[in-house]
């Protein structure tokens, strides 16, 4: 059996998933075969997706690679982060106590509330009119 020199861990947020592939190297991160700035464009993903590397001061230790599908690009941020910091806990047990304090091992389970008949949206009534 040939083993891959990567390391799989997947990450959800809202109805984006994002499948993290992690092995060591320069600090490469290619999310669908762009740059991750690239390809989410705005600072604040950017800022999310580097943030499990950035409380393990491991920037520049490993090359990343993401497919991540569905939902917008806020979701799919999200989903890389906890991809990510999944994936370092595997490489190493020890990363899992600061990434864990930081926040980035919990799933955020909300979702988005579906429409109801008679509303505008999931809650918004139409407007009263009393004559």
Do not use: W
């Not at 993903?45 to 491991?58: F, H, N, V, Y």
């Not at 020890?94 to 389970?109: M, N, W």
């Not at 988005?112 to 509303?119: D, F, I, L, S, T």
């Amino acid at each position: 059996m040939i083993r891959s020199p990567y390391t799989h861990a997947i990450g959800r947020r809202k109805r984006s998933v994002a499948r993290v592939y992690i092995k060591p190297g320069q600090g490469n991160i290619v999310v669908n075969d762009l740059a991750y700035d690239q390809y989410f464009g705005r600072e604040t993903s950017t800022m999310i997706t580097r943030q499990p590397l950035e409380t393990l001061g491991a920037l520049e230790q490993y090359d990343i690679k993401v497919n991540v599908s569905g939902g917008g690009k806020s979701g799919q941020a999200g989903a890389t982060r906890l991809g990510i910091a999944r994936a370092l806990c595997l490489i190493n047990g020890e990363f899992r106590t600061p990434l864990k304090q930081a926040g980035f091992l919990t799933r955020d389970p909300r979702e988005v509330e579906r429409k109801k008949y008679g509303r505008h949206k999931a809650r918004k009534r139409p407007q009263f009119s009393k004559r």
